[in-house]
Nanobody, 114 residues
Framework: QVQLVESGGGLVQPGGSLRLSCAAS????????MDWYRQAPGKQRELVAA???????NYADSVKGRFAISRDSAKNTVYLQMNSLKPEDEAVYYC????????WGQGTQVTVSS
């Protein structure tokens, strides 16, 4: 059974950085995109960044220039480097893998506060 295990969330001051990781255990076939979503209290879940098997990355306008998504295909792991964090980035971050099936991580809390 495939599980996505996220790590790297936590408390950071505005302007700080965090790096999220999401590792998939088990075999996943025909992955075509790995991405990160986030959900703040009272808001809908939104796509933050996505990366295809070819390495093409897309970002939400709100994080462009500050966040970077990357992947290690051999390890079925996706990363999200978050720099210059703002209070509005505070949310639960979820990784997602789209393959023959869709897989979701359990979420990791990112808190941006002084």
């Amino acid at each position: 059974q495939v599980q996505l295990v996220e790590s790297g969330g936590g408390l950071v001051q505005p302007g700080g950085s965090l790096r999220l990781s999401c590792a998939a255990s088990g075999s996943i076939f025909s992955i075509y995109v790995m991405d990160w979503y986030r959900q703040a209290p009272g808001k809908q879940r939104e796509l933050v960044a996505a990366i295809t098997t070819g390495g093409s990355a897309n970002y939400a306008d709100s994080v462009k220039g500050r966040f970077a998504i990357s992947r290690d295909s051999a390890k079925n792991t996706v990363y999200l480097q978050m720099n210059s964090l703002k209070p509005e980035d505070e949310a639960v971050y979820y990784c997602h893998i789209a393959a023959i099936r869709h897989y979701w991580g359990q979420g990791t809390q990112v808190t941006v506060s002084s």
